[in-house]
């Protein structure tokens, strides 16, 4: 154990609370964290558990409607709980950074990315503007972010998902902090673009002997970066371990039980008959945005009651190609059918009938559900205008369709987004697709965002309703886990084009295509060991060579 004068960060009996209504509700339940320079925590533990709360209260910061109501946090001897805002301005920022899970919801949209890289080390007097803009570029080389001369001069909706996580992270580290506090950054990352994030993370924090407290669900993931974990559960610590010491011999039962999770695995299905219809058939379909191609000739069927996954990195297609289906972007070239009979390329120009049976489970639930509508508003929409149901049928529709989703009507459907867990609002995204009754469900992401327990709760029942209503899944996902878990087949999407696709049998057992051969092989393990092993294989001594090579 370090000497006490050794931690930067320093927490004792914290508690913490949440406001509902006018009653103050326990949080966080006497947790103590403390951390030295250079050293990556790992909180983890599921949807709930304080995981977020504690990290942000480490900055000396609380989300409204939750205070500190015991205990102390010190950052470097600066007690931060009666820190003056000046105080917290200075430090916030320049010596305490934070990368949030949803960046998308993070940045302003309204300004380019390098303004927004430039604007603390600029503020703080770190740097000067020129070279501010001049690491930033180098940042986003490290973080093999593409383009990187030329990217941090696009606004936050020129590009991807996974992109804009990986600028969050370059921003953070702008003023080379002491501590950063990261909560999921990788999250909407695929496996290949994540080892590269995470080992410049690790090359960052070592460099610069940065401290981390590193929020994930993903346990492999943590096993990588962390020297410790601390595992959390509905506010209260539940044990604390080196981090190897922490996966060969947990102590607590819930401990064990997270290790054991992913236990889920759907059998593989028989093939379907040789002549039957698909219920979604992609054919031949190039699709642009602006003049530059982005999909070229993509073809795969989705039959009745199946669930195709579609992979691949970021940037490869899946969700443009989930765009051509639904209508949002017409292709070039090619044309989707619907139960054998070509459906219109813009879905402006389909029927009612056409509209209801496509429908699509997002995979940000945060920014997908209305914040100002209930949870009866939200489904009751799609109800009456694909149904026609009023009054008391539409809402005994939606109180049937939270059944369906195993939410109990009574306790859910007068509530806001704002009062439900991540994996609730996931559940009321499902509900508020079915609710038109559709034969075919594009799911994109939907577990991305979620820790591994609830993950595996809304694969079950997304499994089951399958069974039941006769559904057809079209899952995008860049977790191979999850494709174990329930595809029947696989598509793999490299660059707008299908480099390999067939039953999931057959795409989980060698030979594989390369670039297949790439993603398995990137997919963590619980070894702590692996991401060293895995770069030194791939020949990447430092993260700058993974930035400017390809990896074979």
């Known amino acids: 154990m370090a000497d006490q004068s050794e931690w930067l960060v320093e927490m004792r009996g914290i508690h913490m609370e949440g406001r509902s209504d006018e009653t103050w509700t326990p949080i966080i339940k006497g947790v103590d964290l403390t951390l030295k320079r250079g050293e990556v925590l790992g909180l983890i533990g599921e949807s709930g558990a304080g995981k977020s709360t504690l990290g942000l209260a480490a900055m000396g910061f609380t989300r409204d409607g939750v205070r500190i109501s015991q205990g102390s946090v010190t950052f470097d001897g600066i007690d931060l709980i009666s820190a003056s805002a000046e105080t917290k301005r200075q430090l916030l920022g320049k010596r305490i950074a934070y990368v949030a899970q949803s960046a998308a919801a993070s940045f302003n949209p309204a300004h380019r990315l390098i303004d927004q890289h430039a604007e603390a080390p600029v503020q703080h007097g770190v740097k000067r503007r020129s070279e501010a803009e001049a690491d930033a570029v180098d940042l986003y080389r490290k973080l093999r972010l593409p383009n990187p001369d030329e990217i941090g001069f696009r606004y936050p909706?020129?590009?991807?998902?996974?992109?804009?996580?990986?600028?969050?992270?370059?921003?953070?580290m702008a003023c080379r902090p002491d501590l950063i506090i990261f909560d999921e950054p990788t999250t909407a990352l695929d496996v290949t673009t994540q080892i590269e994030v995470l080992a410049a993370i690790r090359e960052i924090v070592a460099e610069f002997d940065t401290a981390a407290i590193y929020i994930t669900h993903d346990l492999a993931v943590v096993a990588q970066m962390a020297d410790r974990i601390k595992v959390l559960l509905k506010g209260d610590e539940v044990e604390e371990a080196e981090t190897r010491q922490m996966l060969s011999n947990p102590q607590q039962d819930y401990t064990k039980s997270l290790w054991a999770v992913r236990e889920f695995q759907r059998p593989q299905k028989p093939a379907p008959a040789v002549d039957a219809t698909p219920v979604v058939s992609v054919q031949g379909v190039t699709a642009a945005y602006g003049k530059i191609d982005v999909l070229h000739d993509v073809s795969f069927d989705i039959h009745q009651g199946r669930t195709v996954a579609v992979v691949g990195e970021s940037g490869s297609g899946k969700s443009t190609t989930a765009r051509c289906i639904t209508g949002l972007l017409p292709p070039r070239k090619g044309q989707i059918e619907l139960d054998g009979a070509a459906l219109p390329l813009d879905y402006r120009n389909r029927s009612k009938e056409q509209l209801r049976q496509v429908q699509m489970i997002y995979q940000m639930a945060d920014t997908a559900l209305n914040p100002?509508?209930?949870?009866?508003?939200?489904?009751?929409?799609?109800?009456?205008?694909?149904?026609?149901?009023?009054?008391?049928?539409?809402?005994?529709?939606?109180?049937?369709?939270?059944?369906?989703?195993?939410l109990p009507a009574s306790q859910y459907i007068d509530r806001l987004p704002s009062e439900l867990s991540g994996g609730q609002k996931q559940r009321i995204g499902i509900a508020r697709a079915l609710a038109a009754e559709p034969k075919f469900i594009i799911c994109d992401e939907v577990t991305s965002a979620l820790d591994q327990l609830v993950a595996e709760g809304i694969l079950r029942l997304l499994a089951r309703l399958q069974d039941e209503l006769k559904l057809s899944y079209m899952f995008i996902t860049h977790d191979l886990?999850?494709?174990?878990?329930?595809?029947?087949?696989?598509?793999?999407?490299?660059?707008?084009?299908?480099?390999?696709?067939?039953?999931?049998?057959?795409?989980?057992?060698?030979?594989?295509?390369?670039?297949?051969?790439?993603?398995?092989?990137?997919v963590p393990d619980m070894d702590p060991d692996w991401l060293t092993r895995l770069l030194a294989e791939r020949g990447i001594e430092n993260i700058g060579d993974a930035a400017v090579g390809k990896m074979h």
């Open 157 to 172: 909706h020129q590009v991807s998902g996974g992109q804009l996580q990986r600028a969050m992270t370059a921003m953070a």
């Open 372 to 406: 100002r509508q209930t949870i009866g508003e939200i489904i009751g929409r799609p109800v009456e205008f694909y149904m026609g149901l009023r009054g008391g049928a539409r809402r005994k529709r939606v109180e049937d369709l939270l059944e369906q989703i195993e």
């Open 481 to 522: 886990a999850t494709v174990k878990s329930i595809a029947d087949e696989v598509v793999v999407m490299k660059d707008g084009v299908v480099v390999e696709l067939g039953p999931k049998t057959e795409m989980f057992t060698p030979p594989h295509h390369a670039y297949t051969d790439l993603l398995l092989s990137s």
